[in-house]
């Protein structure tokens, strides 16, 4: 909410910048298309962070009234609050990094339909928060393979069986 709030700072900046004196049209036009996109701006990050506490919403919804498995009402609280956070906060461990890498791909599947996930190399991305967990033994290694190979399933329609790809 940080930056929102930062930027919502630059269309009043903006705007005292058009009503100065002396109005010189080559100097003060460019400003009308900067306010308009420092608005966009601010409507996409509002409805980023709406979008994904959804999810966090959702989250709590099922725990409360319909999953009965301790283990799973644990990781959807989990979930919850990872969903919470992300979008506003900087991501604190792995699972933290892989939902901010999933909510990055869908808005960008989103704007781009044939946005294929690649844009970055995973390994350098991620490798920070694996190692984190990695060195406290929090992590087993069968579900994070699972994790990385979920999305080449989704873009290239492969059959995932136990972690084998098919």
Known sequence: LKRIEM????????LRGLSEAPWIASEK??????????RAMIIAGKAVITWARRY???????????ETDPKRKEEL?????????????PAKGFWDSMQVKWFTCVIAQSLEHYSSDY????????????RG?????????????????????KNFRIILTDGIIK
């Not at 966090?56 to 319909?66: T, Y």
Request: with cysteine.
């Open 7 to 14: 930027i919502e700072e630059k269309p009043k900046e903006a």
């Open 29 to 38: 036009l460019s400003l009308i298309d900067k306010i308009d996109a420092y």
């Open 56 to 66: 966090s919403r959702l989250a709590k919804i099922m725990v409360e009234g319909f």
């Open 77 to 89: 609280l989990q979930i919850s609050d990872i969903c919470w956070r992300v979008p506003v906060e």
């Open 119 to 130: 844009s970055h190399k995973e390994d350098r991305l991620q490798w920070t928060y694996y």
């Open 133 to 153: 967990k990695l060195d406290c033994h929090k992590l087993r290694q069968k579900p994070v393979k699972e994790i990385f190979q979920f999305p080449l399933a």
